[in-house]
């Protein structure tokens, strides 16, 4: 399924008035004009979308016949095109006549006046008046409903770009084209609205329309732009490239750049409207101080420096380095990061520093370590387009990281086949060739009875595995009696489903495996991401493009957060604390002996607070006392704390068992860079200043440090840039990043960039080329997760995100999405049989309780989850749903089991359904 790429294709040459040009085979008639510098008219044409030919105003001459229209036309050796004659000029007029005369003439009035198509396109041809009778029937009204779109199809063209846009691009086939003549429309679903319909929301077709029949409500609401500002989205880990239009101290809108690398033009629903929260009421604009009745007072920048520098200090003085611990965050910059794990270091002296990839992908990081010598994912993103085969296992990309799930939907539609292992059944289950719909906790024994087949039939790469792994053997014995009728008896999925999907995925040329957080939250994360390991380097799916083994980073500095040593046993790089060539590097740098000992993680912070070893945190961005496993432990340990600082943009959950809360600033306020999911570094752009009262993050790092008479050697406001100069010069595998290099809308390096004339990486590990050597195979044994149900907690939960919020809410919740019906409460996500064996409908309150506690919830029945297991998010505060969740975690990394705990349900009397949409 590779395809060619525009380098490896043949040209064609051709002539364009008068001049020749050479341009790829399948070109069209309309990209040889554009390499020839002629320009061409086009209405419905996109070069996000494929040719459509509908509007006629690219007419050309070919060879002196009769025109065509050249977006669709392919471009042919020898052909003599021309782009204007008087032919060409009347027949564009008449069509752009006939265009407007079913189009509003409000043009002043408009809110794409000055920045419509059409307008431009009439006047490029000569267009001055209609001389046809306007239609007096066709006057749909203005839908101002939708939280984010405003639609005025009175002045709808039928271009059918936004149509287009939402399949080919998309891949929701929301809209359509009903009617025909003066009559034609576009209708959502079966004419039944956005929302009916299931619209994702992604705001695509307002992007693609060429006119102001569907529009950002920003465009209508603000107006033109004072400034675009180009950044880096700060929801998932697909790192999306957005232009933020700026009026006055307000973000008017945000479209996706169409030069952004992992997005190309595309954003998701987050990304493009849920940036209110910036602007929100409820934002922190002072320092706060608790008092002793436990109120909070607002407090000067200096009393509250002071007082955090004073006791920290005073903690680390009688009680030793380990007493205080960081939490950093992946909301953060890189550069951000980098400064709180060089406070800890230098002015705190411990490496007691985490951050929230421990409690989603640390496994993940673990296990490609240990296997293939490097933490992070293998492959790229525009990976899944050159593959023949996906395998994605405990991902819901669709929902988690929508524009990722849309590459992965059109790579499916374009032939690609899929294999989904999951408990429920996702949007991409539905379109797998097999979906594995195992029981939760069961992913080590699938992936041991896959691995097991492949094995056992030979459907290996020998020549691979000889020249370029070893141990091999261990991970044929660990999977020796892992037959696919053992594995049937944990997991539920059927033998010969097994055996299937394993000769599928190990039959094709090119196969690619995608991991979430259904792996490495789930039951023996590390193990999982072994297995799946070894089942690419069985088959020889390394360092080539569409192979590889990726998982899929949840938080959009998830991967950079690490990358950059927020972690207890790393510098940045990745460099152990322990090595002496890394520890001397940074002695030289730093100017302070950094301790050798491994730190704390985020676990084990909490378990040392209740047994009092633990005396100080400061928690950056994170609101663990919502999103951690087992809430009652973490509130615990916050409570058992001499001295805990919290820094945060809204008051959360965690805030409040603060002694002193500082208010930080959002990514539209600072500058920097992210790391996304496939090892992206791209710049972070201040589109709006600081509000009143609030500090970038790493700034208060830096005034802490000041006082404490340990300066982090920028001042108390530094410079991003100048930080990623002493970071990339830290880490031999950054040494080729640097500002400069990432200058311009869309630029990225993908590291390893090790040095100035080094382009990046996109794939590691290419041709075998191993960065530990020779790759290890890691036999992975079987192991039961944590808890299973039983008698008196029957059914399997399983947590995770959804499609309209991002982690615990805490921006989202602040933003118009929660006008939006499915993001507007929690919901427990049942199948129609188990909610028929307990009477419960959609809407019904339930209690739902687990070994730690019990919350109520409303009910959702969907065939979306399997008999046996339900489902539900942890984005709303009021819920708790964390509550819920045990201890149990991985045993090499620490990272929670969100993904497997038993519980019971019983449905609630005297209930209000009132509200409940039909």
């Known amino acids: 399924m590779t395809a060619p790429t525009e380098s490896t ?4 040459t051709l002539t364009v008035n008068g001049q020749k040009v050479s341009v790829p085979e399948g070109a069209s008639l309309l990209d040889a004009a554009r390499a020839a510098g002629a320009h061409v008219p086009t209405l419905c044409n996109s070069d996000a979308l494929k040719p459509y030919g509908a509007c006629r105003v690219c ?127 576009v209708i959502a679903g079966d004419d039944t609205g956005m929302a009916e319909a299931d619209c994702r929301s992604c705001g695509a077709c307002a992007v693609e329309c060429p006119v102001a029949a569907i529009e950002d409500r920003g465009a209508r609401s603000y107006g033109a732009a004072e400034k675009v500002v180009s950044t880096t989205c700060a929801y998932c880990g697909v790192g999306c490239t957005l232009n933020a239009h700026v009026v006055g101290d307000a973000i008017a809108m945000i479209e996706p750049s169409p030069k952004g690398s992992a997005n190309h033009g595309h954003a998701c629903v987050k990304g493009r409207f849920a940036h209110d929260y910036a602007r929100h009421a409820d934002r922190l604009t002072s320092p706060l101080i608790r008092q002793d009745d436990g109120s909070y007072s607002e407090a000067s920048w200096d009393e509250a420096l002071d007082l955090v520098s004073t006791r920290l200090a005073a903690i680390r003085d009688e009680h030793g380095a380990g007493a205080f611990a960081n939490i950093s965050s992946s909301r953060c910059t890189n550069e951000e990061n980098y400064l709180f794990s060089k406070f800890t270091r230098t002015v705190m002296g411990t490496n007691s520093i985490d951050n929230c990839s421990r409690v989603c992908h640390s496994p993940s990081a673990y296990g490609l370590g ?56 996702t949007e ?25 087949v492949i094995f056992a039939e030979e459907l290996v790469d020998a020549d691979f595995i000889a020249a370029h792994t070893e141990d091999v053997e261990s991970a044929r014995e660990a999977v020796k009696s892992c037959t696919p009728e053992w594995a049937e008896g944990i997991s539920r999925v059927p033998a010969e489903q097994i055996r299937r999907a394993a000769r599928l995925y190990a039959s094709v040329d090119r196969a690619t495996i995608l991991w979430g957080l259904g792996v490495t939250e789930a ?20 360092g080539r493009l569409g192979t590889g083994t990726n998982p899929i980073r949840g938080q959009n500095n998830v991967q950079g957060a ?144 000041e006082r404490m008479g340990r300066g982090l050697g920028f001042g108390e406001s530094p410079d991003s840039g100048a930080i990623m100069d002493e970071l990339a010069g830290l880490s031999p595998n950054w040494r080729g990043v640097s500002y400069a290099r990432l200058e311009g809308e869309g630029a ?41 149900p039983d008698d008196d907690y029957p059914f399997f939960l399983t947590t995770g ?71 539900m998010t942890f984005h709303f505060p009021e819920t708790r749903t964390n509550l819920l969740i045990g201890q149990a975690v991985d045993e090499y990394t620490g990272c929670p089991e969100y993904k497997v705990s038993a519980v019971s349900i019983e449905k609630l009397a005297d209930v209000d359904t009132s509200r409940v949409a039909e």
């Open 59 to 185: 007419l050309v001459e070919v060879d002196g016949g009769r025109p065509v229209a050249s977006c669709h036309t392919p471009a042919r050796e020898g052909a003599s095109i021309h782009t204007q004659s008087d032919r060409l000029r009347r027949l564009r007029k008449n069509i752009v006549e006939l265009i407007v005369s079913d189009h509003p003439l409000d043009c002043l009035g408009c809110s794409a006046n000055n920045r419509c198509e059409l307008q431009t396109v009439a006047a490029e041809v000569g267009f001055r008046e209609v001389r046809y009778p306007t239609p007096t029937t066709h006057n749909p009204p203005r839908d101002d409903t939708h939280p984010f779109l405003k639609l005025e199809m009175d002045k709808c063209i039928a271009c059918g770009r936004c149509v287009r846009v939402c399949d080919e691009l998309q891949g929701s086939f929301v809209l359509a084209m009903a009617g025909r003549g003066f009559d034609t429309r």
């Open 562 to 705: 690490s990358d950059v040593g927020a972690l207890p046993n790393v510098f940045s790089d990745y460099r152990l604390v322990t090595d002496e060539v890394a520890r001397a590097e940074h002695e030289a740098t730093w100017g302070v002996t950094p301790p050798s000992d491994v730190g704390l993680t985020i676990p084990q912070m909490f378990d040392a607070a209740c047994a009092g070893t633990l005396k100080a945190m400061w928690i950056v961005a994170e609101d663990v006392a919502q999103s951690d496993p087992d809430t009652e432990h973490v509130t615990a340990a916050l409570e058992a704390l001499e001295f805990l600082v919290v820094q945060e943009i809204f008051m959360s959950e965690t805030a409040h068992f603060a002694d002193v809360v500082f208010p930080g600033a959002t990514f539209l306020e600072k500058d920097g860079t992210f790391v996304n999911s496939d090892r992206r570094i791209q710049r972070v752009r201040k589109a709006l200043e600081p509000l009143p009262g609030t500090l970038p993050d790493g700034h208060i790092a830096a005034r802490v440090a």
């Open 801 to 871: 995100r959804q499609l309209f919020h991002y982690n615990v809410g805490t921006q989202t919740r602040r933003t118009p999405v929660v006008e939006l019906y499915a993001a507007s409460m929690e919901r427990l996500r049942i199948s129609p049989k188990d909610a028929k064996r307990l009477g419960v409908k959609s809407g019904d309150r339930l209690r739902v309780r687990s070994r730690r506690g019990q919350i109520e919830v409303e009910a959702e029945v969907t065939r979306a989850s399997k008999p046996g297991t339900v489902f």
């Open 370 to 425: 240990k296997a293939l010598g490097t933490g992070a994912g293998t492959n790229s993103f525009q990976d899944v387009e050159h593959t023949d085969c996906i395998l994605i296992v405990g991902a819901n990309p669709t929902a988690a990281h929508p524009v990722f799930g849309a590459r992965i939907v059109q790579a499916t539609l374009a032939g690609a086949k899929l294999i989904v292992l999951d408990p429920r059944e």
């Open 523 to 542: 039951g023996h994360g590390s193990n999982a991401v072994f297995g799946l390991i070894d089942m690419a380097l069985a088959t020889g799916n390394m």
């Open 428 to 452: 991409l289950a539905a379109l797998a060739d097999e979906h594995l719909a195992l029981t939760p906790g069961s992913n080590v024994a699938v992936v041991n009875a896959l691995l097991h």
């Open 9 to 12: 294709r043949a040209s064609l």
């Open 748 to 788: 990225f390096l993908q590291w390893p960039c090790r040095d100035a004339d080094d382009p990046g990486t996109t794939i590691v590990h290419e041709g075998g080329d191993f960065l530990r050597g020779r790759a290890l195979f890691v036999g992975a044994p079987w192991q039961e997760p944590g808890e299973l």
